[in-house]
Every structure is written in C-alpha cells, then in structure tokens.
C-alpha cells in the first residue's frame, strides 16, 4: 500500500505570495494532520480534516488554512507569507481522527521564503 | 497542558553499543505515547507505538521502549546501534486538551553513530 505523498517536496517562494501545498493520504484513510516543522518551534500541529471537515486546529494565525476532499485528499494553504514560515511542512494520514489512531507521515513539502 | 520533554538534544553512541534515548510525558491518566525517526530531509517514520496492555513494546528495526506510569517516562532503547541508526529521534504523546486528538512532539534527540 503506498504510503502519504505530498507535492510538491520544494517550494521556494517571495514574501506577500501564497502557498498551496497538497497532501494523498494513505489508501483508506479519512483524517489528514497537518504539521510545520522548524529548527526553533520544532514540530508543531497545524489542523487536522475529517470527512472534508476541519476537525481540530493549532495555534497558528488565519493566513494557514486548509481543505479536504470527498476522496481525503487534502490541501493547505498559506497566504501573505512571511520569512517565518520557511519550514517543513509534514502531512500525516490516520484511519479515523488521530486521536485513537496511529498517524503516518509523508515526506514534507520544504517551504523556503525569500 | 500535556508537554513531552526530550532532555537529550545530541547523543553519540559508538557503532555497537547499546542506546536509550529518554522521554518523559505530562499526562494525569493513560496516555497514548509514539516514538518516531527522522532521517535527513526525510519525513517522520512511526518506530512503535503504546496505547494499552504490555509496558514493554516492541518496534522496528530493533527498537524497544518501555512505558514507566510511576516515572512518566517512555524511553527508547536498542541494544546494539548500528551506523544506519543515525538520525533524529521524536517522542510524541496524543494531545487529550479540549478533545484535541493532535501528537505533541518532544523537541528531538540527535543519534550520532561512531564507527
């Protein structure tokens, strides 16, 4: 079974642009995590979807934001973008909402913001 | 709040030799606790996992933790490393705060390996 892929894997972006990056999960599952990854906050949580709903959210301001599909493919979205938000980005999958569930991970999207 | 503390940011083992890389958790009840590797560039890959039952788990590649209720502790061990090892070791719990259901991540555990 193929395991979390997101697109693109580098992304290098300007200040004041915007962002879309895509998340498949794994074949199956319904929730989709978001995360950023830096070297000073490390690994925060982002939202998680649910059945195409936003389920549960971070402590991040409204320029991130997401979206899910009817096939739990998911997208998030970072507008007006800062130096800050150079960072990892990393999708985790789970059967159902991550709470009672093991959550698996792609690769990340490396953001870079000039 | 529930945090994950790493007290570890930088370890050097010696190819061979045995490693416990600590993890202590903030929780009042059970709770759900991952260990998680991080290669270079890579994504995070899930090493194993405890919800319930048996304090001792099991992984892959070699890995072991043991869950310690009295100790609120969750640490990796592998008794024998291998160069390959060589990577950035997370331990997570589940965030229960307000039915939140996200991990939070310790801040990471550097393995370097010596030949």
């Known amino acids: 079974k193929a395991g979390v892929t997101q697109t693109p894997r580098y992304l290098i972006k300007t200040r004041g642009q915007q962002v879309t990056l895509s998340c498949s999960p794994i074949s199956g599952h319904r929730s989709v995590s978001w995360y950023q990854q830096t070297p000073g906050q490390g690994l925060q949580f982002l939202f998680e979807y649910f059945s195409e709903t936003q389920r549960n959210k971070g402590n991040f301001p409204g320029r991130f934001s997401g979206r899910q599909f009817s096939n739990s493919r998911s997208e998030m979205n970072v507008s007006t973008l800062e130096l800050g938000d150079s960072a990892l980005y990393l999708c985790?999958?789970?059967?159902?909402?991550?709470?009672?569930?093991?959550?698996?991970f792609g690769p990340g999207t490396r953001l870079l913001v000039l | 709040a529930q945090s994950v503390t790493q007290p570890d940011i930088h370890i050097t083992v010696s190819e061979g030799a045995s490693l416990e890389l600590r993890c202590n958790y903030s929780?009042?009840?059970?709770?759900?606790l991952f260990w998680y590797v991080q290669s270079p560039g890579q994504g995070l890959q899930l090493l194993l996992k405890y919800f319930s039952g048996d304090t001792l788990v099991q992984g892959i590649k070699g890995f072991e933790a043991e869950f310690k209720r009295s100790q609120s502790s969750f640490n990796l061990r592998k008794p024998s490393v291998h160069w390959s090892d060589a990577a950035e070791y997370f331990c997570?719990?589940?965030?229960?705060?307000?039915?939140?259901?996200?991990?939070?991540f310790g801040k990471g555990t550097k393995l370097s390996v010596k030949p």
């Open positions: 997570a719990v589940v965030n229960y705060g307000g039915s939140q259901g996200n991990l939070i």
């Open positions: 985790a999958s789970s059967l159902a909402l991550a709470g009672s569930e093991t959550q698996y």
């Open positions: 929780y009042g009840a059970t709770p759900y």
